[in-house]
């Protein structure tokens, strides 16, 4: 299967709750590659790079994991990226 990526802005109770510390470590054990960020406005920044329905296994994980609450998500296709690991940026 083809790799894409996913850009995705989500919204809620997403900071202060491990989003971050969840999402790089339920991709990096689903193998994606891209990174997650805190954003100023208190919405959290993901983009994430593999096969389409492993992408989504990431965020049914992300919407099951039991202090974040995810109220909006935002998404968009990307063009690929040559990039090693999955990374938590600030």
Known sequence: MAKIRKHFYFSGRVQGVGFRYQACRI??????????????????ELEAQGEEPVIWDLVS??????????????????????????????
Do not use: C, S
């Not at 609450?69 to 600030?90: C, H, P, S, W, Y």
């Open 27 to 44: 991709a990096r054990g689903l193998g994606l590659t891209g990174y997650v960020q805190n954003l100023w406005d208190g919405r959290v």
């Open 61 to 90: 994980a992300l919407h099951r994991q039991p202090y974040i609450q995810i109220e909006d998500m935002e998404t968009a296709d990307m063009a690929l990226k040559e990039e090693r690991g999955f990374q938590m940026a600030n």
